[in-house]
């Protein structure tokens, strides 16, 4: 049973450190592609299929989008797979691979409140601190959870200061419709399988009405009302929208959790001197 508990004990660690790899790996995938240009919307069909239950299996838009080759300077279009049914006309960016010369639909600016290395750092340090705590080494285990809280607190202290200081401007957003996503198929045990809901919203910047899937999701698609008014944060610097703004509670949080790392790590000094 103690051999058990210690298995278990890695596997938090374990859990973040694959999740923030798989987003440093999307990331560089994204810097490793050619970002080459504009492109417009031309089209979106929407596509569904139900299992024999009438069940969703998947549910996607099929975007036609034209743009123009740099090299050749002659109009291209591709289809590309997304969550989102854009609006015809609708500016996007495309991105294409280098590999496989795939297009790809160009994401909104991605928010980290923990960046992806940071993530795979933290995931590291949770698995040698239950590796420590299991070999009885106390002193080690509670360096890395100093470490870990002291890093962790700088994170959204800076996340705090980062946003604060792009001046973002409130921009009003209405929910037109709810995107679901199914995470889990139907089982003998697990039902009808489990699915994730996501608010699409639409709302207005210098008179281009744009469609987007916000990253806020939750398992009730009671939590989100078509109809609804979010708030969504356009980045003058970054000439793109956000959804989080400078939280003040993300600062306080950040200062307390680095306090508690910095405590921790002069216990540990006291101990050793």
Same mark, same amino acid.
């Given at each position: ?12 660690? !374990? ?19 050619? %970002? ?41 279009? #591709? ?24 297009? +790809? ?9 923990? #960046?992806?290395?940071?993530?795979? %750092? ?7 601190? !239950? ?15 100093? +470490?870990?809280?002291?890093? !962790?607190?700088?994170?959204?202290? +800076? ?72 708030? +969504? ?11 989080? #703004? ?5 600062? !306080? ?21």
């Amino acid at each position: 049973m103690a051999d058990f508990s210690q298995i278990l004990s890695y596997i938090p660690g !374990a859990v973040i450190f694959l999740v923030a790899s798989g987003q440093v790996r999307e990331s560089r995938r994204l810097i490793r592609s050619d %970002l080459s240009r504009n492109a417009e919307v031309k089209s979106a069909k929407r596509v569904t299929k139900n299992d024999k239950y009438g069940r969703v299996v998947y549910d996607y838009y099929e975007i036609t989008t034209e743009s123009v080759n740099p090299s050749t300077g002659k109009k291209e279009r #591709h289809t590309v797979k997304s969550p989102v049914g854009y609006e015809p006309k609708q500016k996007v960016t495309m991105y294409f691979d280098k590999v496989s010369g795939e297009a +790809l639909l160009g994401e909104e600016i991605r928010e980290y409140l923990f #960046h992806p290395w940071a993530g795979m %750092l933290f995931g590291a340090l949770l698995i040698l601190m !239950a590796l420590f705590q299991n070999q009885g080494k106390e002193v080690l285990a509670m360096t890395c959870l100093a +470490l870990l809280l002291t890093g !962790a607190g700088l994170c959204m202290i +800076l996340n705090y200061v980062s946003l604060k200081k792009k001046n973002l401007e409130t921009v009003s957003a209405e929910i037109v419709e709810i995107y679901e996503r199914q995470i889990s198929k139907p089982g003998r045990f697990s039902g009808s399988g489990r699915f994730t809901y996501y608010p699409i919203v639409r709302y207005e910047k210098d008179g281009v009405s744009t469609l987007r899937r916000c990253n806020v999701n939750s398992s009730r698609k009671e939590s989100f009302r078509i109809g609804d008014n979010v708030k +969504l944060y356009y980045s003058p610097s970054e000439d793109g929208i956000r959804e989080k #703004h400078a939280n003040p509670i993300i600062l !306080a949080a950040g200062i307390l959790c680095a306090a508690c790392g910095i405590l921790a790590g002069l216990s540990i000094l006291s101990v050793i001197a």
